[in-house]
């Protein structure tokens, strides 16, 4: 199929004043019968498999569903979190465009949505190299920007809307991402995991990540995101007297949240998925959107097309 929506993400930040984040994917998959992950590039090797790919697609079209049914624009991210290119290599994948054929699987998709589809922005989902738990594995600055700007070109060359680094839990690899998604020429956005104390898991300050990032890379971030982070704590970290700001509350600009209020080492170290009921997410989260002015909420550990139903619905309610 031959590609043909694209979406301009900050028009559509703009025009919207909400935009429905997907939820959970890997989390599903991993618990998909006949589905298995791989150890280096987790879900983006799925859809070069028959069934791998048809459970992809499956969780996919369920988000696609949701925003089509509520008339709400929706952004999704592809299965690349985990596909730099020293873990395609580790796959045995060099000679695959991963990141390109996962960008156009999910533009496949969305070219079936007819007049919505101009309403889904498709981003180009990275992360840090090591432990998104872990800040002591983060890279330096220097290092983060060289490493990352391969995947970063890969996606942007596909085509990619916009380009998110997600899950990051350290200030420093955060500005070498940051370096790398800025020299595509793409708009991007990043997304820091946020701790109650309004920091990340590195002790910095979200003031102060934030306006290190703002001043150091040209073009900056379009935005900002928190996710992994419970709604709860979100709150709490947005409105902490010393280490937020109003700087902090203009510029991010949405919460991809978890269903449990867990630490993310306990959160790491959990054994069994910890879930929130549907109704009670999707109230807590829509609400940000009325408090906090968020305009993209969504979900992340933890929630399933049931939370995503229910935050389109409460939000629905609100626009």
């Known amino acids: 199929m031959t590609t043909k929506t694209r979406v301009s993400f900050q028009e559509l930040l703009s025009a919207s004043p909400v935009i429905l984040g997907e939820g959970a994917v890997i989390e599903r998959l991993r618990r998909s019968a006949g589905v298995r992950l791989d150890e280096h590039v987790v879900n983006s090797a799925l859809i070069y498999q028959d069934m791998g790919r048809s459970a992809l697609e499956a969780i996919c079209r369920q988000y696609l569903d949701i925003g089509q049914r509520y008339n709400i624009p929706l952004l999704l991210s592809t299965p690349t979190w985990r596909a730099g290119k020293e873990r395609i290599a580790a796959a045995g994948l060099a000679g695959r465009d991963l990141n390109g054929d996962n960008f156009r699987f999910l533009a496949d998709l969305r070219d079936t949505y007819g007049d919505y589809a101009h309403k889904v922005a498709i981003c180009g989902l990275m992360s840090c190299r090591g432990d998104a738990y872990k800040p002591e594995e983060a890279m330096t600055e220097r290092d983060a920007a060289a490493f990352h700007l391969w995947q970063a070109e890969a996606l942007a060359t596909a085509g990619a809307d916009f380009l998110l680094a997600s899950t ?122 009325r408090e906090l002015d968020m305009k993209v909420l969504g979900g992340c550990c933890g929630t399933d097309n049931r939370h995503i139903e229910s935050l389109a619905r409460c939000l629905s309610n609100h626009i």
């Open 168 to 289: 990051l839990p350290a200030l420093s690899e955060a500005i070498g991402l940051a370096r790398a998604q800025a020299a595509t020429g793409l708009p991007y956005l990043i997304s820091f995991v946020a701790l109650p104390e309004g920091t990340l898991l590195d002790g910095t300050p979200l003031k102060d990540a934030i306006t290190v990032i703002d001043t150091a890379v040209t073009p900056r971030p379009l935005a900002y995101l928190i996710n992994c982070t419970h709604a709860s704590v979100f709150r709490k970290a947005m409105l902490h007297e010393s280490n937020s700001s109003p700087l902090v509350r203009e510029r991010v600009i949405g919460l991809l949240a978890n269903t449990a209020a867990l630490s993310p080492e306990d959160l790491d170290a959990s054994a069994e998925l910890v879930e929130e009921e549907p109704e009670l997410f999707g109230k807590s989260v829509a609400v940000l959107h």
